[in-house]
């Protein structure tokens, strides 16, 4: 079976085609940006699944959607119109995410009518989380009649390193992955299960993002209004224009960030010790929520090639028995233990394979296993 996985922002358009009669391989893939912007070629998602389309050799035999959040909806399912109809009403909790798969969806179902399409939600691989952990301390008419509570998201990620370790570290079984990317997200697996995670209702929480706000005081939100400011301006401000480009003040990127930061741009080490800080502190209540810890993750973009960002998260940790090794810290990119010969925790860069894992559940749902 040939399966298209799309793996969508509100501006860019990844795919992969993996082919499930061949190991999964991947036989083609493709990457678009700057969709719907003024300088960029495409003017929505439509046009560059007709651009897919005539790339590829035949039409896929499936699709599969590395879909956010589908609130009570959850795990890989048919894309039908319940489906839609549930990521609509979730749309203002994911609006950099949830619009643009359902504009996907439809379109390729137009393009496409008889292709099954399958929705693997970014939220499934929590629900093994405590439900102590997924409540927020607020009525629990809002938790229970409008489903506010925590869900976290990555899921495709967290599992798919789950999956690995258990592969080539299999005496982990307390795990902390460090998801860091333009978006970024720590999950604490025990037993190839997640326990724990820093993202909650919505992915604008826990860690620091690239232009998103992370963990933040709601009542200050009540001073921003007063201030002045319109509820609409202060949720463009926290979502577009917080994170490391807000403190920072110079760009959204890590690597644009470091730079800055090694010039002597006071603002821009703010940014990165405000981001170590934040996944030091999910590191630290996760070894607790896990009864210890065997083993830490680096995965996306940061976690991947951050190789300072990696040394500074794991600074001074030798009580807790993490000690890096400085020299193969310095891989980029690839699968690599990284962690020095004495260090108790085994700490490994893992690069992400999200397309594998939404690959597999799609083959699953449409095959009927
Ligand atoms: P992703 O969303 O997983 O593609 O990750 C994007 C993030 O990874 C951006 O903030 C990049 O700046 C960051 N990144 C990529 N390469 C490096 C690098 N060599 N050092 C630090 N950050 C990097």
């Known amino acids: 079976m040939r399966i298209l996985v799309a793996n969508l922002g509100s501006t860019s358009f990844k795919y992969q085609v993996l082919d499930s009669d061949k190991g999964f391989e991947v036989t083609h893939r493709g990457a678009y940006e700057r969709i719907g912007q003024a300088t960029g070629t495409y003017a929505n998602h439509g046009e560059v699944i007709d651009v897919i389309l005539k790339e590829l050799p035949q039409p896929p035999d499936a699709i599969g959607f590395k879909a956010v959040h589908g609130g009570p909806i959850s795990g890989a399912v048919k894309v039908d119109r319940k489906v839609l109809d549930t990521m ?34 970014e939220t499934a691989f929590h629900s093994t989380i405590p439900v102590a952990r997924q409540t927020y301390a607020i009525p629990t008419e809002w938790t229970e009649k409008l489903g506010i509570r925590r869900y976290g998201f990555h ?49 604008q929480t826990g860690l620091p993002q690239n232009n998103r706000v992370g963990d933040f005081d709601i009542f200050a939100l009540l001073k921003l209004l007063k201030t002045g400011y319109s509820a609409e301006e202060v949720l463009t401000k926290l979502g577009k224009q917080s994170g490391l480009l807000g403190v920072s003040g ?95 925790v085994a700490i490994w860069v893992v690069p992400a394979n999200e397309e594998l894992i939404v690959a597999k559940q799609t083959e699953a749902v449409i095959s009927g296993n």
Do not use: W
């Not at 009403?89 to 379109?107: E, G, L, R, T, W």
């Not at 967290?158 to 570290?169: D, P, S, V």
């Open 250 to 344: 110079v760009s959204n990127d890590m690597r644009d960030i470091e730079k800055a930061a090694a010039d002597g741009n006071a603002k821009a080490k703010l940014a990165i010790d405000v981001y170590v800080d934040s996944v030091r502190h999910y590191l630290g209540a996760y070894t607790v929520a896990l009864g210890g810890l065997d083993a830490i993750t680096f995965t996306a973009g940061i976690g991947e090639n951050g190789a300072e960002l990696r040394e500074a998260i794991c600074a001074d940790l030798d009580f807790l028995g993490v000690k890096l090794d400085r020299t193969k810290n310095k891989v980029r990119g690839k699968e690599a233990k990284i962690s020095s010969d004495e260090s108790k």
């Open 155 to 203: 899921g495709a990620s967290h599992r798919y390193i789950a999956t690995r370790m258990a592969e080539i570290e299999p005496t982990a079984k307390k795990i902390v992955n460090c998801h860091l990317g333009g978006s970024s997200s720590m999950c604490a697996i025990k037993d190839g299960k997640s326990v724990a995670t820093t993202m909650g209702l919505t992915p």
């Open 88 to 121: 609509e009403q979730f749309a203002d909790v994911a609006p950099a995410h949830n619009p643009c798969y359902i504009a996907a969806m439809k379109s390729f179902h137009e393009k496409l009518p008889r292709v099954p399409q399958v929705a693997c939600f």
